[in-house]
């Protein structure tokens, strides 16, 4: 008798990063950790572009995941608000990292822009081919 092959255990990390790197969940999540407790409609125009079918799945995954806490209140239409759980609470550190790290770059890419052609564009291009063969 043939025994079925055992699964390997699955990375930690690997799983995390599977959820948090599908299009528009960080975003979801930035806006919910910084803004609290937003409705449904509200959340769909802070993350532009994102369509209400897909704000939606990914609400329910990260309901799911722990991410996220839907209240909803039977009332008349139906109220539902959506918030960040103690779970996501304890990632908002590493959001507010990458917050930060993205202001920078963005003020780097800003001044890179505002510089003339040629000059340190090369050489910071250079920089990184560099580092990339290391």
């Known amino acids: ?4 092959a055992k699964k390997p255990d699955s990375c930690p990390f690997g799983e995390l990063l ?8 960080m975003h979801v999540l930035w806006v919910l950790s910084t803004n609290g407790p937003t409705r449904f409609g509200a ?20 309901e799911q ?5 839907r209240d909803y209140e039977p009332t008349i239409p139906p109220s539902v608000t959506y918030s960040i759980t103690k ?6 550190k ?19 822009r505002a510089k003339p052609e040629g000059g340190k564009v090369r050489g910071q291009r250079a920089e990184v081919r ?5």
Not at 1 to 4: I, S
Not at 43 to 62: A, D, K, N, P, Y
Not at 130 to 134: I, K, T, V
């Open 94 to 112: 590493v959001m507010s990292d990458l917050d930060e790290l993205a202001r920078k770059w963005q003020q780097e890419d800003t001044h890179m």
């Open 43 to 62: 959340l769909r125009r802070q993350v532009e572009g994102i369509s209400s079918r897909v704000l939606t799945e990914r609400l329910r995954v990260l």
């Open 87 to 92: 779970r996501m609470k304890d990632i908002s």
């Open 130 to 134: 560099e580092g990339a063969s290391a």
């Open 18 to 25: 599977e959820i948090l790197a599908r299009p528009w969940t």
């Open 1 to 4: 008798m043939r025994q079925a």
């Open 65 to 69: 995941k722990g991410f996220v806490f």
